[in-house]
């Protein structure tokens, strides 16, 4: 079987696990089986041979921020070398750089953004602010991408974000545009500070679709998720190896694009 890191994972506590999961669904309209829990997270993974996670969490509220990345860095803390954290910021809270110092401080990795729930457009001061200080940190951010229901975080939008932090590396998620896949790697296809992951994606797309997708990025830009309680790990991997990649580009996007960018030791 062949390692994997999954590089797109929410967790909740278990006590709002269930309700934090039914707001997903809600906003996509999807049918889901997994329960949003650290436990039932390392269960999915475990039985497709993932070693290793990217967990974070999204505030939707300034005052869920610190909450957040304290449990999000309490897990990391209670499995060692299981887990990689990232922190949330809010673009309305008043003291950003505070929050971003506090998650850093925690032993978070980097900054999970969700424009799309967070409502803020990628393109504008409040996302311009966010990224001046994640930059100061030199620490990477993953960003949700695109939505043709929204314009928060649509191809152009996330181009001029991109372009104004040159030095930020970003992981901008779902190809870098949830359903407007083909749109956003015309855009941002070899901006050198963008990589991005495949989560929530390949249900969606042709095996050649995704394979075209790829390849105009760079398998070496390129990162495997599931996005976490949203997608099995088993019916992920399936729908990944039916894009009919080489060996060498499978594993550079299953595992060793993600242990170079997070510094994960084998």
């Not at 967990?55 to 209670?78: C, D, G, L, M, Y």
């Not at 296809?189 to 042709?206: K, Q, R």
């Not at 997708?213 to 599931?226: E, F, M």
């Amino acid at each position: 079987m062949q390692k994997a890191i999954n590089a797109h994972c929410h967790i909740y506590p278990a006590n709002i696990a269930a309700r934090a999961v039914d707001g997903i669904k809600d906003f996509y309209s999807l049918r889901m089986s997994l329960n949003g829990t650290t436990e039932g997270l390392i269960a999915d993974g475990e039985k497709n041979g993932v070693v290793h996670y990217l967990v974070h969490s999204v505030a939707t509220t300034p005052k869920q921020v610190r909450t957040i990345n304290e449990f999000i860095s309490s897990e990391v803390k209670a499995h060692p070398g299981l887990f990689t954290g990232f922190g949330t910021l809010h673009p309305e809270s008043t003291d950003i750089e505070g929050d971003f110092n506090h998650l850093l401080e925690l032993g978070l990795k980097g900054v999970k953004l969700h424009p799309d729930f967070q409502r803020f457009p990628l393109d504008g001061e409040r996302a311009f602010e966010l990224g001046r200080v994640i930059s100061r940190g030199g620490v990477p951010v993953l960003i949700h991408c695109g939505d043709h229901r929204y314009n928060y975080s649509n191809p152009s939008q996330t181009k001029k974000f991109l372009e104004a932090f040159p030095t930020l590396t970003v992981i901008g998620a779902h190809f870098g545009g949830w359903s407007v896949w083909q749109e956003a790697a015309k855009t941002l296809a070899g901006i050198p500070n963008l990589y991005v992951d495949c989560s929530s994606s390949l249900s969606w797309l042709a095996p050649d679709e995704a394979a075209a997708i790829i390849r105009a990025y760079g398998a070496d830009r390129v990162l495997w998720g599931t996005d976490y309680p949203m997608w099995e790990s088993g019916s992920e991997l399936e729908l990944f190896h039916k894009i009919g990649l080489t060996t060498e580009e499978e594993r550079l996007i299953l595992f060793d694009n993600a242990a170079k960018l997070l510094k994960i030791n084998d």
